[in-house]
Each structure stands twice: as structure tokens, then as C-alpha cells.
């Protein structure tokens, strides 16, 4: 399995009021001193099913937020109560 694939399948399965750091994305897919590769991919998913609006950084401050900004992914994480 690709090192996307795998990102892709840990992020799906991040629950509702839950989140995951970019490095934690990345170590539980295999390499992880690649979060910054779970962010260019964050950045190119566009799948609905994959709810990368819960993948934060590690210092706890949100990111980016490729369908919407950052204010969007902080109103959807706090609508799920994960902030």
C-alpha cells in the first residue's frame, strides 16, 4: 500500500470530536518524520469521505483547510466538539 493510501485509510477513520496531529497521521502510516507529506496530501484530498479537517498541528493550531479556510475547519471542529 502506498504511503497516501495509508494516510488516506488512518484519516478516514479519525472519529467525530476527535483529532490527530500531522506527525501522528504520519508515524501511524509508517514514516514519521513525514508530516509534512500527510499535509501536501491533506491539501490535495478533496473526498468528502476523508474528513482532513481533523488532522491538526502538532503545536495545536489548526492549519490550513483546503475547502474553506482555516475558520471553516475550526467551525467544523467545533460543531464535532474536538476543540
Do not use: W
Request: hydrophobic residues 35%.
Amino acid at each position: 500500500m502506498k504511503f497516501r493510501d495509508k494516510v488516506l485509510a488512518i484519516v478516514r477513520k479519525i472519529p467525530k470530536g476527535k483529532s490527530m496531529t500531522y506527525k501522528e497521521v504520519a508515524r501511524k502510516a509508517g514514516n514519521a518524520k513525514a508530516a509534512r507529506a500527510v499535509g501536501a496530501i491533506m491539501r490535495t484530498n478533496y473526498d468528502p469521505a476523508i474528513p482532513c479537517h481533523r488532522v491538526i498541528r502538532s503545536d495545536g493550531s489548526l492549519g490550513s483547510y483546503n475547502r474553506g479556510g482555516t475558520l471553516k475547519k475550526h467551525i467544523l471542529l467545533k460543531s464535532e466538539h474536538a476543540l
